[in-house]
């Protein structure tokens, strides 16, 4: 009843995919959209009025957020729009320390009153909540900045784009993967623009303009002699970009094992959706896997998944201290772990780094929603534990001094916390591509795009499935399987990392709305990583009748 | 503003129709004030409220459709929310699934869905009911963290064919987890009710402590096909699964569980045992719910699974026109018929077994046969001979609710659970514990 995080729009369709969308969101038209709605001067302002009325009223600390969020999804499935969504989403949200206490208020109400009321509301939510405080809170020095903006560096606004173009890509890319013999096409366009003002008492002042883009389809193959049914999701990735990602250039595309072409840095939406559709005949044709121990060699676009599962949340010090403990769960890379300076999470070759300045990428940010400035920083080196991710108000707990800039808010009208950055496997320092990595494989699987996916609430069991799977044998690719999911144990799994391929093969995907917190949020997230061989891994076959 | 009566909805949506000079208009007017308090570490973590209301307008033109939303309501703004979708309608692509609004409809009885208590929570009453589960945990070496989420809304919905609906609502969610402080014990629980009064989050938190207590030093104990007894929540997690899947277009598309090899779905045909009865009824007294669903259609009492049998399956309005069938309204809750036999019966009655709190992270791994894995968590026990011999670390499992509830053993009481989505967003459901033989767990997880 609060807020519904995520609405199908294509009903309980099987290719329904599920967005994130504030219950706060006004459907609006686009011109609207285009059109500035407060200057900076105008946004400082109104965010004095919550820095001084809470300052009055006896608070030792306020941030202001004024927010609009901008939405546009089309969506389409084989020759017919299925609707044209422009969604904005204005208000603002204060944030407050009273009593040692955090309280937070939210309001659609964006005037001098409104803004002095939702301060109120804030200090007293903190005072009343400080009777029961038993840790107050200690924020993490961060510089005052003083009045700084940044941008989203997108050489095209995919909402300047006519909606008409991107009906037409959706149409055209439904099209090829029907003439190719798909039963059934479901296909979206989705833009996110982020208008965020940020102000704090400590005197920063910080304007945002972010931008994310996210073209996917999933083409279905259906057997009706069988009854066998199996889709094809899009290799594309959601990104950090204008609509310059749909151009689809010839330099981005790569010739993958087993003759599958796979993108980079732009992404060609047709030509996918032609492949889709030959592909999952072949998904239906495969042979069964046969259970047992693999060598895994994990594509970028499948591996970035079992990265934010096992690396990215595991890492977060919110999870590890237990304020996740009732949701999302806690961490198995507790403080002693950290604190040897020598628990091995992987082997030597896996250096992992957490990121919130990567060009391109989903958590690209100037500045966290903390008003901390945006870095990089080691999570995992050679092989061993060496940091976390945190935020103002629990870096002091691991005796740092400095926030990492990870603090985030899908929304005005939800209070900021720590959220994943980028976090991603670095490439290989020795001179690898993947079809040499094929070619010393005796008994392997290789995995392209994600696909199930489920862990456990302290991260050590998992269990991933995919889209596309082909098997190794003598290091050659033989054919298609299907029926393949692995589990293992994430430490075991991150110490069988044998080889990943160099910096060549390198490449972003990524989650445009993983969820925690209570109420949940969601977060957009990238990672990066070259092709990877895990040795020894434990896959089942899902196939079963009922 | 948030919680308009009928009659006010009536006179704002009233106009709104009016104002229309498209081929015809639908709205919806809808509004809620929520509020929340989250602890862990025992101690208070975050905690808000909010409040909007929100018309959302729906004009078309042929088939052409355009929306647009407001949330201020003088009547100029109304006009100007009208124009906008009538402008935007022209501008739309036609959609050829277009489908005319209602025409005026019968609603049966309101159920009880408002509770005037649960409307006026304070940030006070949240803080208390945080205190009350953090303070006995602090004294018994465990470690809190939960989570209190209200609300109370309404929605309405209005058309130029003449259809009018109106339904209020409240709704409170509590879900606990207790660690012990040694991090070898966790257990969880979770209560779901219209009406706070329902609520004791002390007497909540002690089952989880007890929990928390029992479950510490759990000893590993061979993946395999075990005989399982499922508490509710963890029950309807699964089953729910099922139950969402049961859209009769992807079944006549083919691709779905209830899609026929050949062609064809299984509606009619018997799926589960046939002692599996499952329902909705927005009048039942535990999980009332409002008697009109999203789209005007009115709700009524009908079967999903009768005797083990589809009984119906979802057809949205576009798709019960294809098919010249009724369409389905999205049902408000799930009721599946329970038995007399409580938690300590089942257990007493088994030989050999597994006792499941709760599951987590269920994600389909295969939709064509509802396969899915996920893990147990926060009080796994082992059975042995009639009594739990110990707590057991966490499993993997890979299993479809259509296998599971075809190795039925016994059905326990009911009990009301969410279906997610914070208080009455998901809607809720009144699910029996059942005892299940061969349920498939396929690995161990050593999480706590």
Excluded at chain 1, 36 to 44: H, S
Aim: net charge neutral; glycine share 10%.
């Amino acid at each position: 009843m609060k807020r519904r995080d995520f609405i199908q729009l294509a009903g309980l369709s099987a290719g329904a995919m599920a967005l994130p969308f504030s219950g706060f969101a006004q459907e609006v038209d686009i011109a609207h959209m285009l059109t500035p709605l407060l200057d900076t001067a105008q946004k400082k302002q109104l965010a004095d009025v919550a820095l001084n009325t809470a300052k009055g009223l006896g608070a030792s600390y306020t941030d202001v957020r004024i927010g609009r969020y901008l939405n546009q999804f089309v969506t389409t499935r084989e020759k017919k729009v299925q609707g044209v969504t422009n969604t904005e989403s204005f208000g603002v949200g204060i944030r407050v320390i009273a009593n040692g206490t955090w309280g937070f208020a939210a309001s659609n109400n964006v005037t001098p009153d409104g803004i002095k009321k939702t301060t109120e509301r804030a200090v007293a939510i903190a005072k009343a909540n400080s009777k029961f405080q038993k840790e107050p809170v200690k924020l993490a020095a961060t510089p005052s900045y003083g009045e700084v903006n940044w941008k989203t560096p997108i050489v095209k606004n995919g909402f300047e784009v006519p909606v008409k173009d991107k009906v037409d890509l959706l149409l055209a890319a439904n099209a090829k993967a029907l003439e190719k013999g798909a039963s059934f096409v479901n296909s979206i366009m989705f833009l996110v623009n982020e208008q965020k003002y940020f102000a704090s008492s400590e005197g920063s002042y910080i304007d945002q303009d972010v931008h994310r883009t996210w073209p996917n389809f999933q083409v279905s193959m259906v057997d009706r002699q069988s009854g066998q049914f199996k889709t094809r999701a899009a290799f594309s990735a959601p990104v950090g970009m204008g609509y310059e990602y749909l151009d689809g250039k010839a330099e981005d595309k790569i010739q993958g094992p087993g003759g599958i072409i796979l993108y980079n840095k732009s992404y060609d939406m047709i030509e996918d959706a032609t492949m889709a559709a030959e592909q999952a005949k072949q998904m239906i044709e495969a042979k069964s896997v046969e259970p047992g121990k693999y060598d895994l060699m994990l594509e970028p676009s499948h591996l970035w998944l079992t990265i934010h599962e096992s690396v990215g949340h595991p890492t977060e010090l919110d999870r590890v201290l237990g304020y996740e403990a009732n949701f999302a769960g806690t961490s198995f890379l507790t403080l002693d772990k950290w604190q040897s300076k020598k628990f091995k999470f992987g082997s030597d070759i896996v250096n992992i780094m957490a990121d919130k300045t990567q060009i391109g990428s989903l958590g690209n940010v100037g500045y966290d929603d903390e008003g901390v400035k945006c870095k990089s920083w080691e999570l995992i080196k050679d092989g061993v534990l060496v940091n976390y991710q945190a935020i103002r108000d629990q870096v002091n707990i691991i005796g740092q001094k400095e926030s990492h800039g990870c603090c985030y808010s899908q929304s005005w009208s939800d209070v900021q916390f720590q959220r994943m950055a980028n976090v991603s496997l670095q490439p290989g320092k020795q001179s690898l591509t993947p079809d040499q990595m094929v070619a010393g494989i005796e008994k392997g699987i290789y995995i392209v795009k994600d696909g199930s996916f489920s862990i456990d609430q302290q991260r050590y069991n998992f269990q991933f499935g995919g889209v596309l799977f082909f098997e190794i044998k003598n290091g050659k690719i033989e054919g298609m399987l299907k029926d393949v999911a692995y589990q293992a144990n994430t430490n075991e799994f991150w110490n069988s990392c044998t080889q990943i391929c160099d910096e060549r093969d390198y490449r972003l995907n990524g989650a445009f709305n993983d969820g925690k917190g209570q109420p949940s949020q969601s977060n957009a997230v990238s990672h990066g990583s070259a092709t990877a061989r895990f040795n020894g891994v434990n896959v089942i076959n899902t196939g079963r009748t009922i | 503003m948030a919680i308009l009566s009928k009659e006010e909805a009536k006179k704002i949506l009233e106009k709104v129709v009016g104002f229309s000079k498209a081929d015809g208009i639908e709205a919806n007017l809808n509004g809620n004030d929520g509020g929340n308090i989250r602890y862990a570490r025992n101690s208070v973590s975050t905690s808000g409220e909010d409040s909007n209301v929100n018309l959302t307008v729906q004009s078309y033109v042929g088939k052409k459709v355009g929306s647009a939303s407001i949330n201020e309501f003088d009547d100029a703004s109304l006009e100007k929310v009208v124009r906008r979708a009538e402008e935007l309608s022209r501008l739309a692509p036609e959609n050829p699934e277009f489908m005319e609004p209602l025409p005026q409809q019968t609603y049966g009885a309101e159920a009880k869905t408002f509770i005037e208590s649960t409307a006026k929570i304070t940030p006070e009453y949240r803080a208390q009911a945080a205190a009350d589960s953090i303070i006995p945990a602090s004294k018994k070496e465990i470690t809190a963290a939960g989570f209190l989420e209200d609300g109370r809304g309404f929605s309405s919905l209005m058309n130029s064919k003449g259809a009018f609906a109106y339904n209020k609502s409240t709704g409170v969610d509590f879900t606990v987890t207790m660690r012990s402080n040694d991090g070898t014990g966790s257990g969880w629980v979770a209560r779901n009710f219209n009406d706070v009064n329902k609520l004791n989050t002390a007497e909540a938190s002690a089952i989880a402590m007890e929990k928390a207590l029992r479950s510490r030093d759990a000893k590993a104990i061979e993946p395999g096909k075990y005989t399982v007894i499922l508490e509710p929540n963890a029950a309807a997690d699964l089953l729910g699964l099922m139950l969402f899947s049961m859209n009769a277009r992807q079944a006549d598309e083919g691709r779905s569980f209830l899609s026929k090899k050949g062609g064809g779905t299984k509606l009619g045909e018997k799926i589960v045992d046939e002692r599996v009865n499952i329902y909705t009824d927005p009048w039942n007294e535990e999980v009332p719910t409002g008697n009109w669903a999203g789209n005007g259609l009115p709700r009524k009492k009908m079967d999903l699974i009768k005797n083990g049998t589809v009984a119906n399956m979802i057809y949205d309005r576009y798709w019960a026109s294809q098919k010249n069938t009724e369409a389905t309204p999205f049902p408000g809750n799930r009721i599946m018929d329970g038995g007399n036999a409580s938690i300590e019966d089942m257990i007493k009655d088994t030989k050999k077994g597994v006792l499941v709190t709760r599951f987590w992270y269920i994600r389909a791994v295969d939709p064509q046969t509802l396969l899915y894995t996920g893990l147990t968590r926060d009080g796994t026990f082992y059975i042995e001979n009639g009594k739990i011999k110990h707590p057991i670390k966490n499993f993997r499992f890979n299993e479809s609710p259509v296998i599971m509830l075809n190795n039925l053993e016994t059905l326990g009481k009911q009990m009301r659970v969410a279906s997610g989505g914070g208080p009455g967003g998901g809607g809720s459901s009144l699910i029996p514990a059942m005892k299940i033989r061969d349920f498939t767990f396929s690995s161990l997880s050593d999480a706590v």
